[in-house]
């Protein structure tokens, strides 16, 4: 069964830092890739969705990268606000295995 | 306007009252699932359904059951609710066609059973 860890569970940072939040999963057999963003006691947004062919997708100040072989996904925050505070989880699609999540912090 | 809704968003209701959550969404997707958020313990899936009349268990099936009568619509019934439970619950849609994309996810439904 696929297993989807993301470390560090929690964050935080000064405003104004860019940052990266990992992802990792065990089986690379994987269609594709997608990240959330989950406000408190809300649903899930998505984020970015990275097909299985490539190897980044970028939206803004949000850049998500994948290396299959490794079993590895990053999500890049350039520039981060306030408002980005949130939990971000990522989701492995062959089946949808999300990851614990990082909660994210950003200080004023 | 693309969406998946849940109904209803917020619940109390007591032990071993029956109860119904439905999911609807209006994308023509032909994946739909349920979801179970606790805290610690993340998103574990509750059932699925590939297309209409075909479902499969999740991580987490028991004290559920689904049905998928159309396309559109996949509700979640609690026959004999507990209080573990108590939970927020999401249901979530995807195009199919072979290969699973992107998922879409209602807003969610807090269900607490006393």
């Known amino acids: 069964k696929q297993e989807v860890t993301q470390i560090p569970a929690a964050l935080s940072v000064p405003e104004g830092e860019n940052l990266v939040l990992n992802c990792s999963f065990t089986?690379?057999?994987?269609?594709?890739l997608q990240w959330f963003r989950q406000d408190p006691g809300k649903g899930l947004t998505s984020l970015l969705l990275i097909q299985s062919s490539q190897r980044e997708q970028t939206s803004g100040r949000l850049n998500a990268s994948l290396d299959k072989s490794s079993g590895r996904s990053t999500l890049y925050i350039a520039a981060s606000q306030p408002g980005d505070s949130a939990t971000y989880l990522c989701a492995v699609i062959n089946q949808f295995y999300f990851g614990t999540g990082t909660s994210l912090t950003v200080i004023p | 306007e693309a969406q998946v809704t849940q109904n209803p968003r917020y619940l109390i209701t007591v032990t071993g009252k029956k109860l119904t959550v439905t999911c609807s969404q209006n994308?023509?997707?032909?994946?739909m699932s349920w979801y179970r958020q606790d805290p610690g313990l993340g998103l574990r899936q509750i059932y699925y359904?590939?297309?209409?009349?075909?479902?499969d268990k999740g991580d987490v099936p028991e004290g559920y059951k689904v049905s998928r009568k159309e396309k559109r619509n996949f509700p979640l019934i609690l026959e004999s609710p507990s209080p573990n439970q108590t939970s927020l619950y999401f249901c979530?849609?995807?195009?199919?066609?072979?290969?699973?994309?992107?998922?879409?996810f209602g807003e969610g439904s807090r269900l607490t059973v006393l």
């Open positions: 089986d690379s057999a994987i269609y594709n």
């Open positions: 994308m023509n997707h032909e994946y």
């Open positions: 979530a849609s995807s195009l199919f066609a072979g290969v699973l994309e992107e998922l879409f």
């Open positions: 359904s590939m297309n209409v009349e075909v479902t």
